[in-house]
């Protein structure tokens, strides 16, 4: 017990220090790096997992923001996270949808059922094979207008957020350590 704390305690602190070290004193206007952590939570909130990076990258370049800051920040959804990430977007979206008169494409299904859909085998046996990533492409996709809008809305919140978040921490740190501050 003692040995997984320290291994806890370890990577907390090596969390803490690239944070220190690589985000809040980059060569980057705090304006910038904000933009790039929130880019990369909305993109990462968005269902296309496995095109997130390519994603975050084509649009961090006209964006002017941190590129390092947004796939970081990307990495908010993996193959491990998808569930509680997507299955709150998904209700979300589906009860926009019905709030608002219209179909579900989807029945009322609980979350052992649409993973069930899925074939979670796959994710243990497969991770690192293609006929993982179409199966979880398609299961994505079918589960259509929903998944998308909910995305979409948690997203742009997340996105906001962290913006904001970043933003005031950035300046406080900087505030806080003047001599440790890069110039851009």
């Known amino acids: 017990m003692i040995n997984g704390r320290n291994n806890t305690r370890n990577r907390f602190t090596r969390m803490k220090r690239f944070l220190k070290l690589r985000i809040f004193h980059a060569g980057d206007s705090p304006h910038r790096i904000a933009l790039g952590v929130a880019l990369g939570l909305f993109v990462g909130w968005s269902p296309a997992l496995g095109f997130h990076i390519l994603i975050v990258l084509a649009l961090s370049i006209p964006l002017r923001a941190n590129k390092l800051a947004a796939l970081a920040s990307v990495w908010i959804t993996n193959p491990f996270t998808f569930v509680p990430v997507y299955y709150p977007s998904y209700l979300l979206g589906r009860k926009l ?3 608002f008169g219209f ?3 989807v029945s009322n299904k609980p979350i052992h059922e649409l993973l069930g859909e899925f074939n979670l085998s796959q994710f243990y046996t497969g991770f690192f094979h293609i006929d993982f990533w179409k199966g979880l492409f398609t299961f994505l996709w079918s589960k259509g207008i929903e998944l998308w809008l909910g995305c979409t809305i948690v997203g742009l919140l997340a ?6 978040v970043t933003y005031y921490l950035i300046n ?7 001599h440790r501050r890069f110039q851009p």
């Not at 406080?172 to 003047?178: D, E, L, S, V």
């Open 97 to 99: 949808l019905l709030l």
């Open 103 to 105: 179909k579900s494409s």
């Open 159 to 164: 996105a906001t957020a962290g913006y904001f």
């Open 172 to 178: 406080r740190h900087r505030a806080a350590n003047p």
